[in-house]
């Protein structure tokens, strides 16, 4: 029987993933033994791996009358898996150069990166970690860059829309997959680009010659292996320099140490979770409105996987850091607005799975988060309370915060009248359809309230 990639896979003509009883599976067919081999046995695929620059794998002995299939590879199961549009640009910056890293690292044992794709790259414990295994070609000299057109289209140039038009640039990502026209990006771009070598080489030219609709010839000359690792230290040492995008001030980066008038108030919230993640002995949580990431690190010291999401880019970023630094291994860290989620993309809208797909958890976590959705976000009850369904497996820990609040009064500033469904009452009437209430706690000296909800039997599978 012929096998069949998954939606995500279909592209590569050397390999198919597809999922099995020991998870997803990669199936390297006889086209690419060479290449597979020489990766192997060169050390090439050892130094990556020590240098935690690709995902590890196992040869698995595996039965099929695919007389194309020329070895069967178990790899390093991937926990959670993150898109480029949902990355900050701290995350953007890692995935790059671990990008120009592998190449280099490649080029000494005769090999390059076919592939130049973002799609190629998952995060674990602060870094960017390449898991298609098969994206490795032979290298000759004066042999083009096969990848080099698409590391501009679809690497390069949206890094460079973040770092000079601010990190809003991402999503745009979703609408084009497959890269942008340098045409486009170039005119995006101010003026201090073209004074910047990268830009003006990799985009701005690309740009000029796109327009001018100038033809390619066969006897254009390839790169010399030290030509192409040239232009991979340029390349990294500019990226490398990058400062996040800082267009706008942040805003929530500061929130528990500059906002939060009582800090009794976040000592009894933060005993009362443990308490709460002992008792539901969950194995995975998501921590919506993460801000820097106090709450979501200390549920993974109880919970085996841990999403925290944000829609301020520099709690990612900081959040990022504090994994990084602490080499935390189960936290994941995105950049999500909960009134845009990402939706499922590619063909068939198979390809990319939603955030709510890929989200699912045992816990969700919104703390100091209600209120943002209700009043900022214009989000009924109704729709929030489905949205912590979607997400949840089994339980649901949620924080609300009284009309009275100074942070709640701040957001109705204005806007007296407004809002009169935004009571206590009405929130738990909503959550009921949903979830049966297990505990609820008053966080003194404050008047917020932190409720304990476990899932309805008959929603817990849909």
Known sequence: MKIEPQYFSYKDS????????????????????????????????????????????????????????YKTIVPEQIQFLSYPFEWSFLQWKKSALAFLRINQIALKYGMILKDASPYNFYLKEGRAILFDTTSFAFFQENNSWLGYRQFCEIFFAPISLMKYNGSNWAKLYMSSLKGYSMKFVSKQLPLSSWFNISCLIHIHLHAFYETKKIAKTDKQKGFSIIQLNELFQLLYSIINHWESPKLSAPIWINYYSNDIEEPQYLNVKEELIKEWLLLTKSDSLIDLGANTGRFSIIASKLVNRVIATDCDES??????????????????????DLSETSPSLGILNKEIPSFIERGKSDVVMALALVHHLSISNNLPFSHIADLFSSLSKRHLIVEFIPREDSKVQLLLKNRENAFPNYTEEIFRDNLSKWFKLIDRKVLKPSKRTLYLWEKKEEFINE
């Open 14 to 69: 050397d390999a198919y993933v597809v999922k099995s009883n020991k998870g997803f599976i990669r199936h390297i067919f006889f086209q690419y033994k060479s290449q597979y081999n020489h990766l192997m046995m060169s050390g090439l695929y050892n130094q990556l791996v020590q240098e935690g620059l690709l995902i590890s794998h196992q040869e698995l002995v595996f039965e099929t009358d695919d007389t194309t299939v």
């Open 315 to 336: 709690c990612v970023d900081m959040i990022e850091g504090i994994v990084e630094n602490n080499k935390l291994t189960n936290i994941n860290s995105l950049v999500i």
